[in-house]
């Protein structure tokens, strides 16, 4: 094995530190009270789909959001694996967490890093209690995965900037209060990275229009995000004026790495082991364990991202095999679901039913959010030097 590869994949076993045990044992009390309140049913993709700005508040007043954040931004200052603990808690329970996750995940961790000390205060301190949510303006209509040809541009004005272009697949935007938009500022004809910078979009501003992409059971979390002359004041660039291309790239780090990426399924996966335990055969022990092995998997690479990233390090390649091979893992579970019970076996578990159900419908989308996994590909292929 060449060097590259070894270093790619070097995954050290990490012991989670006692307060994050003990945190899981909160977060796990809570969530049982809540269920148990009936203040929501576990679902599927909840953490993309499920958005309850009540349920974020909760979590905020907890201080289980921006848990990591210096805590004169509204943070906590507890280590990177007590958040881990967290979301996966909440991850494995369904519960409905889409309002705060991108702030939480990304934007806020983007605040940090690249914002000014006025951005932060500005708005991380409502990050931290899920009252301010963030959506994120990437994609494009014509772009694909190929965030190089992005069209979306910003134009000088006077204190400020005049935004123009279409962003898709954006999460939230009816229901958020800002996106991040990465937009060209400046042409290169040397480097196609070169001259864009993200802006911060308020969602309220005039020239901004929103219509929502409709999936296949027709619900709405999707959205097309125009902007038509948007003027965006010079304190709202986010980090240094072309700059964007650096910034996105640490960002989505953050975005491909986590435990989101192969526990979106998480509520189905776990119906699917208790109906194998019920009645087992060996063709759904067998396929059932081999979904449980490639989870253990998944997660210390997960795990171990996490701490590097802790470590100040952008581990963008390790991610994307993350992103890569969750995708896969998560298609495969309503997969192994439909192999191994029957139409007539699943209606007889309403439970276990809902879950597939479920699963079958979102499943489609997990292969593009995040970049395609042909473009993951290739990311890691290039890092490798192949």
């Not at 309850?52 to 509204?74: M, N, Q, V």
């Not at 335990?277 to 022990?285: L, M, N």
Request: charged share 20%; with cysteine; glycine share 10%.
């Amino acid at each position: 094995m060449n060097h590259g590869v070894s270093a790619l994949l070097n995954l050290p076993d990490i012991d989670l530190p006692a307060a994050a045990v003990q945190l899981r044992s909160e977060v796990r009390e809570f969530l049982t009270a809540e269920r148990a309140k009936g203040t929501f049913i576990p679902h599927c993709d909840a953490w993309h789909t499920g958005f309850d700005p009540a349920f974020s508040a909760a979590l905020g007043e907890r201080g289980w959001l921006g848990i990591s954040w210096p805590t004169k931004y509204g943070g906590h200052q507890r280590s990177v694996l007590e958040r881990f603990v967290v979301t996966e808690e909440l991850l494995a329970a369904g519960a409905p967490v889409a309002a705060h996750w991108v702030s939480d995940r990304q934007s806020g961790p983007g605040f940090l890093r690249f914002g000014t000390e006025e951005q932060r205060q500005r708005f991380l301190p409502g990050m931290a209690a899920g009252e301010i949510y963030f959506a994120l303006g990437i994609s494009e209509p014509e772009a694909g995965s190929d965030l190089s040809s992005l069209v979306t541009r910003a134009r000088r004005a006077d204190g400020g900037w005049i935004l123009n272009g279409t962003k898709t697949w954006t999460s939230h935007a009816h229901q958020c209060h800002f996106i991040t938009v990465l937009c060209r500022t400046s042409q290169s004809q040397d480097d196609r990275h070169a001259g864009f910078s993200q802006l911060i979009v308020d969602l309220t501003s005039p020239g901004v229009i929103v219509r929502p992409i409709r999936i296949l059971d027709n619900s709405h979390h999707f959205n097309e995000v125009m902007f038509d002359n948007v003027f965006v004041p010079d304190d709202l660039l986010l980090g240094e004026e072309g700059a964007g291309w650096s910034q996105i790239s640490a960002e989505l780090a953050l975005e491909r790495s986590g435990p989101e990426r192969f526990m979106s399924n998480f509520p189905l996966l776990e119906e699917l082991v208790a109906a194998v335990a019920a009645a087992p055969t060996p063709q759904g022990v067998q396929a059932v364990g081999e979904l449980v092995a490639d989870f253990i998997a998944l997660r210390r690479m997960s795990l171990t991202i996490a701490t590097a990233i802790e470590a100040g390090e952008n581990p963008s390649i390790p991610a994307a095999l993350v992103k890569d091979t969750g995708t896969r893992f998560e298609q495969r579970v309503p997969e192994v679901t439909r192999a191994v019970f029957s139409p007539v076996q699943r209606a007889q578990n309403p439970s276990l039913a809902a879950r597939y159900e479920e699963a079958v419908l979102l499943n489609p989308g997990g292969k593009f959010r995040g970049g395609t996994n042909e473009v993951l590909r290739g990311i890691v292929a290039k890092g490798l030097g192949l």
